[in-house]
């Protein structure tokens, strides 16, 4: 099915402003921005690739810009970006290699051994708690439970680095699984 519609006058004259306005290279969105610039009035680069393709033999001689030309200055962007993301990647790689270096030319360092004090210890350290309740302790104290129940839980308050204090840290990590507690020796046995 054929259907030929009539041109109106106001194509007739965008396409004429197309050809005045047009320098090889432009794209689409150049050319509606130039037209906007002139007319003063607001077309989007959809409209004039609606005229370019319904009027082809008439701006077959006013190529539009295409997406090759485009993409090639946005290949050229990435590619930049991805030399400096490659060069970023490599700089780290090199950085581990070289603490991994340094790491294995470092003697090894003795493995901490962390015993958590004897019920006795515990008893005797628990009583020279200063005994707080939530509200009063600050970031830097422990928050092991004393005494109390429920509201009127109090807590050990000694100076901490993290949630408890050194000795309540070593209190609430338990024995490990039977396989985590040979670990140790399995790992001294074949180191040596």
């Given at each position: 099915?054929n ?5 109106t ?6 396409i ?21 610039a ?21 701006l077959?001689e ?15 962007l ?33 493995p901490?051994e ?7 210890e ?16 600050d ?11 429920k ?42």
């Amino acid at each position: 099915m054929n259907i030929h519609v009539r041109r109106t006058e106001k194509t007739t004259a965008r396409i004429e402003l197309i050809k005045e306005l047009y320098a090889p290279g432009m794209s689409a969105l150049d050319i509606a921005n130039a037209v906007a610039a002139r007319t003063h009035e607001q077309l989007s680069r959809m409209v004039i690739m609606g005229i370019y393709a319904r009027n082809r033999s008439e701006l077959a001689e006013y190529p539009l810009r295409g997406w090759g030309e485009t993409k090639r200055s946005h290949e050229r962007l990435t590619d930049r970006r991805h030399r400096e993301n490659n060069a970023k990647r490599e700089r780290r790689r090199l950085a581990r290699l070289q603490r991994e270096a340094e790491r294995a030319a470092a003697p090894p360092r003795a493995p901490k051994e962390r015993k958590a004090p004897e019920p006795s210890e515990a008893k005797a350290y628990d009583a020279t708690a200063t005994l707080k309740r939530l509200f009063e302790l600050d970031a830097t104290e422990c928050r092991w439970p004393i005494t109390g129940s429920k509201a009127d839980i109090q807590f050990c308050g000694h100076p901490a680095t993290g949630t408890y204090c050194d000795h309540h840290q070593l209190r609430s990590v338990g024995k490990g699984t039977i396989s985590e507690q040979r670990a140790s020796n399995d790992l001294r046995r074949h180191a040596a």
